[in-house]
């Protein structure tokens, strides 16, 4: 019995520190704009279009892509092609701006052998998730 009550206790002082760790603090807009845009930027560096997807919006719209499929297939063939071979992705200037549920993360300095080009990814929020809803790239 002794035993038992141990182990009750045990298990419940655990749980009472699990629950202590996780009331951490709260994402800033900031900061989750700034992961979604570390996560495309790897994926691109990897050749990892469906990865880089995940941080597009089906909302996504470019006036001369269209739509998020539009998108998928310009970073495809950028792929296909050799563009994102030893691509550089500078974001050492980069400032993040959010204004109610819209962000954008720029200037994202971006060269390979296509090339330079300075980028502005648009997020928007959707349901607590920053997503890319717009792309603005010079040169391209």
């Known amino acids: 019995m002794k035993r038992v009550k141990f182990l009750v206790s045990v298990l419940i ?3 009472l520190i699990a629950l202590g ?24 560096k990897a050749k990892d279009i469906e990865t880089a997807m995940t941080v597009f919006s089906e909302k996504f719209e470019h006036y001369e892509w269209g739509d998020k499929a539009g998108a998928k297939e310009f970073l495809q063939q950028a792929a296909d092609v050799g563009y994102l071979d030893g691509i550089e992705i ?22 390979g052998n296509f090339g330079s080009t300075t ?9 607590g998730n920053w997503l890319v809803t717009g792309v603005d790239a010079s040169n391209l």
């Open 90 to 111: 500078d974001l050492s200037k980069m400032q993040i701006k959010v204004e109610g549920s819209t962000g954008t993360a720029y200037p994202i300095e971006v060269s």
């Open 21 to 44: 760790c996780q009331t951490g603090k709260k994402i800033t807009p900031e900061e989750a704009i700034s992961s979604q845009v570390n996560k495309f930027v790897q994926s691109l």
């Open 119 to 127: 980028v502005e990814l648009v997020f928007t929020n959707e349901n």
């Open 13 to 15: 002082l655990v749980s």
